[in-house]
């Protein structure tokens, strides 16, 4: 197995090869796809469907000297292991080795970490800009799918490099047809106009901009895709080279549905079962529960996703279901929240979701469009967790210091199911505030919990004691529940135990009177301490008696980390907090 891939070390060894071997290194490194895959997961579709265009791409062209941008870069696996790191992916011991994306800490052969999509096409504007200064004659291409043409940032780039840009470019359009879900908007009627004439059409999205264009139909066929490349190799200006690929390619399963397969869980072959039980509520499932029971009722509610359906269990039957009810936008949170507001300001009630660390894109929508014209929507973010997503361009640390800081905006963190739900629908039907929801990245849990969050920043006492309280935010409620426990089973008192469910205030009635009968305040928040939840508190009993410890992530960007090793290096087990409690009080 694996005979010819293992001879690959760099991108000079698969210069070496003929037709026939070349074709034996693609079928290589897809038993290699299936080996990590199955075993620690990870993008499936995006990989299998890149292979050929990957080989092509180093046959033809000297990496490292010519730059390689891959966008969002979860394609990047094949290019991981014609790159000399083969083992990450054959060699089970390996498998820590590589991250799912391109890392310059990795390889030389990497120029950019990126997780991140729409990206590609900037970053080679300024390679190509740069080594123009320089005097440099080297090809910079920038790889960029489809589903990712439809972000901001990527339209921004290729106006710019049609017109401004007036030497060497190469942009690989890979056209599978699919974002994460099916693709949204009018780029793609283009798309498919040009894929029908097989490149020839008079309407041509890219030569409107100034770009140079060639077409390839056989986006999976070595030989055919090495001549379009030799094609373009050293070209003087700015040319878009667009290939049709199958994603999911050499995979059944991928390649019949596209959306599943985009990221997999481990997996068994034969069976494409996922090695995970789904059977089990989520926050997700009760998301999409909710949204289906709430558009049947209210024929004003419309959730809006920028290409991110399945981050609230929005499965394609019920995006049907919900009908003129739902909105894909395509890869564009700016618009997504843009057009939120315009939706609530003309009496609709709008929902926005998708993950954490997409929706730092729209900051500004955020705080301009909504927040400085105070209208009621509702941004639903997932991901938010330090436990959830781990690779360090997907972490969702950073949501409360990034939005809850935002005027106007009211940030909620719910503690279990009955809470969350509570809120959701709060949220969606009153008409005084854009509120932003942190949905739950715990197990779903359930207890009894207060309703009306009409007073804002009125926090929730859910255990009343005395000389240490402890306000547990949101997915570290859970956490402050044990701690309460072995307080009072370790030292003897009951401590107060808080639910600040907000996360954007502070309720300072209910401070100041724990100042009264406390000597502590233990604040426990799911996120980066610094401009977070437990701050605030700090600075709100900073010129009184009452001493604040406050846990949290430092600023830095993690990692691919075990949880909860991670918590332990912060010194934020119960029983690490609980030996700072006795040496403070």
Known sequence: MYDILKTINSP?????????????????????????????????????????????????????????????????????????????????????????????EESEHDLFNIGHTSTSVSLATGLAKARDLKGGKENVIALIGDG????????????????????????????NQQSIAEV????????????????????????????DYVYEENGNDIQALIKVFQKVRNVDHPIVVHINTQKGKGFKLAEENREMWHWCMPFDRETGQWKFDFSAESYTSL?????????????????????????????????????????????????????????????GKPVVVTNSTFMQRAYDQISQDVCINNNPVTILLNYCSFDGLTDVTHLGIFTIPAFANIPNLVVLAPTCKEEYLAMLDWSVEQQEHPVMIIMPGNVVTSRAVATDFNKINTFKTEQAGEKVAILALGDFYQRGQELASEIEKKLGFKPTLVNPRFASGLDEELLNGLAEKHRLAITLEDGVTDGGFGQKVAAFYAASPM???????????????????????????????????????
């Open 12 to 104: 000079a060894d698969v210069k070496k090869l003929d037709a026939g071997a070349l074709e034996t290194l693609a079928a290589d490194i897809r038993e290699a796809l299936f080996n990590r895959l199955t075993k620690i997961g990870g993008h499936c579709g995006p990989n299998f469907g890149i292979v050929e265009a990957t080989i092509a791409l180093h046959y033809v062209f000297d990496s490292p000297r010519d730059k390689f941008v891959f966008d969002v870069s979860h394609q990047s696996y094949a290019h991981k292991m014609l790159t000399g790191r083969k083992n990450g992916y054959i060699k089970d011991e390996c498998f820590a080795e590589d991250s799912g994306y391109t890392n310059p």
């Open 148 to 175: 990712s043409l439809s972000g901001g940032e990527a339209l921004e780039a290729l106006d710019f490099a049609g017109a401004e840009l007036k030497s060497n470019l190469i942009i690989v359009v890979n056209d």
């Open 184 to 211: 949204h908007g009018g780029l793609y009627n283009n798309l498919t106009e040009l894929r029908e004439t097989k490149g020839a059409a008079a309407n041509n999205f890219f030569k409107a901009l100034g770009l």
């Open 287 to 347: 998301t999409a529960g909710y949204f289906m029971e709430k558009a049947q009722k209210d024929k004003d509610f419309v959730v809006i996703t920028p290409a991110m359906p399945m981050m609230a269990g929005l499965f394609e039957p019920l995006r049907k279901q919900l009908g003129k009810q739902y909105v894909d936008v395509g890869i564009a949170e700016e618009h997504a929240v843009a057009m939120a507001s315009g939706i609530a300001k003309a009496g």
């Open 547 to 585: 001493k604040v410890k406050s846990y949290g992530l430092r600023k830095e960007f993690y990692d691919r980390y075990d949880p909860q090793e991670l918590l332990k290096r912060l010194g934020m087990t119960t029983e690490q907090i609980m030996a700072d409690i006795k040496s403070l009080i």
